[in-house]
């Protein structure tokens, strides 16, 4: 990813995850938290703290300008400095205020084909209401695996200069402190606990992790063959085989 329109467009299909992480993190601090009138205590309050404490991070983070900002909106404000389109994450959050069933709204022709079975995957895997499969998906498919992803590019990033990327960089920068360092290691904890000793549960929690992994794939796969298809770079990549 060494030229910025290459960054922009891997931009346009990735901001469709950063969206959908929420959704995982919002099922999760469903069960696990209450958050219905009239209160009640958590069935778990340790499981409830970890869920809390990486709600916190992922929907109010300090956002590098003395205010606070989900991490989706921090993606979002570096998708308009860097120039990057954002028609197709508007449009489709404009449905899905309007009240059009997810599924509906990702079937516009404005969101990218590659996000939109990512993010069809991951509202399966929701649906399935399988606690451990959702916590496993959020673990192994986002929070374990994000970190050294991201890192890759914040070091390329740091060899560039321009500042149209000055808060991509600050969005990695939080994303990789709190992933690697926090949420990690407590989503991690988090499954361990749902799963405890129970094989069948673990196996229920690995084939989500393999699912979810696959889906990466698919993603990552299907953004470089939307980038291979950019008559600006022509000739710059080979086709995937």
């Known amino acids: 990813m060494e ?13 469709f995850a950063v969206w959908d992480f ?18 009640v205590v958590p ?8 869920i809390n404490e990486i709600v916190l991070a992922e929907e109010s983070d300090h956002d590098g300008r003395g205010g606070f900002a989900s991490h989706f909106e921090l993606y979002y404000r570096s998708m308009k400095q860097c120039g ?51 916590a496993s998906a959020f673990t192994f498919g986002r929070e374990d695996l994000l970190p050294d992803v991201f890192q890759c590019i914040v070091d390329e990033l740091n060899t560039r200069a321009g500042g149209q990327l000055d808060d991509f960089k600050y969005y990695l ?3 990789i402190g709190l992933d690697g360092d926090e949420h990690g290691p407590m ?27 696959l889906a990466r794939q698919e993603l990552w796969n299907g953004i470089y063959d939307a980038i291979s298809r950019e008559a600006t770079i022509a000739g710059s990549l080979k086709p995937r085989e």
Do not use: Y
Not at 8 to 14: A, D, N, P
Not at 187 to 213: G, K, N
């Open 3 to 15: 030229r910025l329109d290459v960054l922009r467009l891997f931009m346009e299909h990735h901001v």
């Open 22 to 39: 929420m959704s995982l993190l919002k099922v999760l601090q469903q069960r696990l938290c209450c958050v219905e009138v009239p209160w």
């Open 43 to 50: 069935v778990d309050s340790q499981a409830c703290r970890f």
């Open 84 to 134: 990057a389109n954002t028609a197709g994450i508007d449009g489709f959050l404009s449905d899905l205020r309007g009240g059009v069933p997810v599924l509906k709204a990702l079937a516009s022709p404005a969101v990218p084909k590659a996000a939109r079975r990512f993010v069809e995957q991951t509202f399966r895997i929701i649906e399935t209401g399988d606690l451990c499969t959702v």
């Open 173 to 175: 920068d939080r994303h």
């Open 187 to 213: 989503a991690t904890r988090l499954l361990q606990s749902l799963c405890a000793a129970d094989d069948a549960l673990w196996e229920t929690a690995e084939q989500a992790a393999v699912d979810c992994l």
